[in-house]
């Protein structure tokens, strides 16, 4: 039994009928199939929220190794997964013991812990990027100076300091923004959806079975 | 009186930056406890839905309790993926996730990305009556569009034809210009979040204006104690 | 070493330390730079004010969490301070996790009852959900199915009156979306505006908007906002200056400084290399 159930066509199968299960309704008007596609796509967001477990094992799993075999750093794992525990254990549905998302630690811990750390992760990349613009912008060919240039102005076309007293700045950035830019979009666009319309008919053949990859075995 | 939550927040926020200056164990503090919060912020949020789900169609009925309850076992089953011989009972959720996901993708994608981005092209007419500039760019369009495409569509031997040379040539310049357009933005949202991060340490409002002694006191702590252990360092071990 | 091979070696943090002046300067001594308005502002503004009318269903979602809020937020306020000047039907939710939130935050800055807003009648929230472009999927398709209960009161959406005829996204007039990613507008544009035809104004940050010019350029997204630059101008069309005014001389020596910086580095480069 166990053997059948470990079987790849299984979770082949079930792709597949998730996928037609969503596309049929749309094109083919069959009342019955469209009710249970949306009581199908109601159950799968309740399924993908069912995963909010696996992060925080993995978590206890990683950093409870480090703590064990105490490798270098392994009192910052304590933190991990000291906040770890604490955000998930205040922030549990159960409002009749004072734990849920309104909860006064959890709401504490997300305003003036996760907000500034999670604001400022992102925000450093602007002295990256800075750092990078003058150590490796460079006018090497002919390309790399079209890339260069188009940057540049853009730059430009954002500070209204510039705007303000070239303002011949801001329309050639609007034109490399409107022409150059959408050409390229557009063709990544056009061809990104053609790439994924052939992955989906990949998929739906049983050929693509990347996402199903893992465990050791096939 | 000090405002712990305006202390705390500022005390993360130097803590990440303080990666500028080098690697150390403020931002280590930091990254630490922004792994713990983040991962744990969302497990409220998405079992507050599942709670709030049951509270709605899935409690009408007998038969939909019943789906309910096996919604729930096939969503237990992504923890089997910590099992090796369990591991298989993994798949069957994650499958039936991908494959609504692509059937949702799929059932529009082609309207939405496709055709009315074909449509629009299409419709960019030649020649504007009046209009050179107008004109002149829409022959661009023209021109640059299909090229970027054909790039992408023709790898291999093919490339190396005369016509495709050329095309291949539009097309990378048209790329280019692109990617420079898009790292133009890129500076604007990177600067656009550290200038809100600095109004924040500067106690601009509507920031708390505590924020800004915290934001001196505690800069000063950190870069003196950086600062004096490298001159430390350096005094442990002259340099050769 | 010459002063130019010294400028192309230049130690990073300097760098960085220049940074942090070009922008700490202008907050602590506002400047009070001209903010020339560009033809993006006087879109998002033409649209709001023209072609969303009294008695309008609007969907305002904040798809944002805080790594987005310093560019976000801003337009975000003044949208809504735009959109509570007119008699529309508001319904707030969001698909990002940090979504709910956001929008508490924007509640300390704008409340809809002093413009004459009754929650539950004229306005309501129905929080977060989770699932990515699957669930707002399945919210165009049945919104009652997917939301079972509002965010404030816990109440069900069936009693709400203002929610008896908003059932599918045919019921939706206008999207109005604040994005940092994924789920954003080519979700929208898949799951609402192909098969319902809604329309959609959406708000980016400035890493998103490459992206965004081919759906403006069909006509699929009526008005794009790019950033904190533009939110600034909108600002100052509505007469409200607030948090991107606030900021955009920061953005405007910033912006220089990254200019003068690739200027500079090329020249550095070129010289150097002559001598070489």
């Known amino acids: ?218 | 009186m000090v405002d712990i939550a305006v202390w705390t927040a500022v005390f993360f926020t130097l803590g990440i930056y303080s990666i500028l200056y080098r690697e150390n164990p403020w931002y280590r503090i930091a990254e630490s406890v922004y792994l713990g919060v983040a991962v744990g912020y969302a497990v409220g949020q998405d079992l507050k839905y599942i709670r709030d789900q049951w509270g709605g169609q899935w409690s009408s009925s007998g038969g939909m309790m019943l789906a309910f309850f096996i919604v729930m076992v096939i969503g237990v089953l992504w923890y089997a993926r910590f099992n090796k011989n369990l591991f298989y009972l993994y798949r069957w959720p994650l499958a039936i996730v991908v494959g609504t996901g692509i059937g949702m993708a799929l059932k529009t994608v082609i309207f939405s990305q496709f055709l009315d981005q074909i449509i629009s092209q299409a419709n960019t007419p030649f020649f504007v009556a009046g209009d050179l500039v107008q004109t002149i760019n829409n022959i661009l369009v023209q021109i640059m569009v299909p090229s970027v495409l054909l790039y992408f569509w023709f790898t291999g031997e093919i490339r190396d034809s005369p016509p495709m040379k050329v095309v291949e040539r539009i097309a990378r310049y048209t790329m280019m210009a692109g990617f420079g357009s898009a790292y133009g933005y890129t500076v604007l949202t990177r600067y656009s979040l550290f200038i809100g991060r600095s109004q924040f340490l500067l106690g601009i409002p509507p920031n708390p204006a505590d924020a800004r002694m915290a934001f001196y006191v505690i800069a000063f702590i950190m870069l003196a104690s950086m600062i004096g252990y490298d001159l430390f360092m350096k005094k442990e071990t002259p340099e050769e | 070493m010459s002063l130019l091979e010294k400028i192309n070696k230049l130690d990073r943090r300097y760098i960085y330390l220049l940074a942090w002046i070009f922008v700490l300067f202008p907050l602590l001594n506002p400047l009070g730079l001209p903010i020339p308005i560009s033809q993006d502002a006087r879109t998002w503004y033409n649209y709001v004010e023209n072609e969303i009318h009294d008695g309008d269903v609007v969907l305002f979602t904040p798809m944002y969490g805080v790594s987005g809020m310093p560019e976000l937020f801003p337009m975000t306020v003044a949208t809504m301070k735009h959109l509570l000047t007119k008699d529309v039907t508001l319904i707030v939710v969001s698909f990002w996790t940090e979504g709910p939130l956001v929008f508490n935050i924007l509640l300390t800055q704008v409340d809809p009852a002093d413009y004459g807003y009754v929650y539950g009648e004229d306005w309501i929230r129905l929080g977060y959900v989770p699932g990515s472009e699957t669930a707002m999927g399945s919210f165009g398709a049945s919104i009652h199915n997917t939301v079972t209960a509002d965010y404030v009161e816990r109440r069900p959406l069936s009693s709400f009156p203002m929610m008896d005829d908003i059932q599918t996204g045919e019921d939706i007039d206008v999207i109005v979306s604040f994005e940092t990613g994924t789920p954003g507008t080519p979700e929208w544009m898949r799951q609402f505006q192909a098969p319902f035809g809604t329309n959609q104004i959406t708000g980016c940050i400035g890493v998103s908007v490459s992206g965004m010019i081919p759906y403006v350029n069909s006509g699929q997204l009526k008005a794009l906002m790019p950033g904190l630059t533009v939110s600034a101008e909108y600002e100052i069309l509505l007469d409200k200056p607030g948090l991107a005014v606030a900021g955009v001389d920061a953005v405007s020596t910033s912006h220089l400084y990254v200019t003068l910086l690739v200027i500079l580095g090329n020249i550095a480069y070129f010289m150097t290399r002559e001598e070489d």
């Open chain 1, 1 to 218: 039994m166990s053997d059948v159930l470990r079987r790849i066509e299984i979770p082949i199968a079930l792709t597949i009928i998730a996928t037609l299960l969503q596309v049929i309704p749309y094109y083919f008007e069959i009342p019955a199939l469209e009710s249970t596609a949306n009581t199908a796509s109601n159950a799968v967001l309740i399924i993908v929220a069912c995963a909010t477990f696996v992060g925080v094992i993995s978590i206890l799993q990683v950093h409870g190794k480090r703590i064990q075999r105490q490798t270098e750093g392994w009192y910052y794992s304590l933190l991990v997964i000291g906040f770890t525990v604490i955000m998930s254990v205040t922030g549990l549905p159960i409002p009749e013991i004072g734990l849920s998302v309104n909860n006064t630690v959890y709401n504490w811990l997300f305003t003036n812990v996760q907000t500034p750390l999670g604001s400022t992760m992102y925000s450093i990349l602007a002295f990256f990027i800075t750092s990078a613009a003058f150590r490796a912008f460079r006018a090497r060919n002919l390309e790399s100076s079209i890339v260069l240039v188009a940057g540049t102005i853009m730059v430009m076309g954002n500070a209204p300091l510039i705007t303000n007293y070239l303002p011949f700045i801001a329309d050639i950035a609007l034109w490399i923004r409107s022409y150059p830019n959408m050409a390229t979009m557009r063709g990544v666009m056009i061809g990104a959806a053609l790439g994924s319309i052939a992955l989906a008919v990949r998929t739906l053949m049983g050929i693509e079975r990347g996402y199903l990859r893992g465990g050791g075995e096939e």
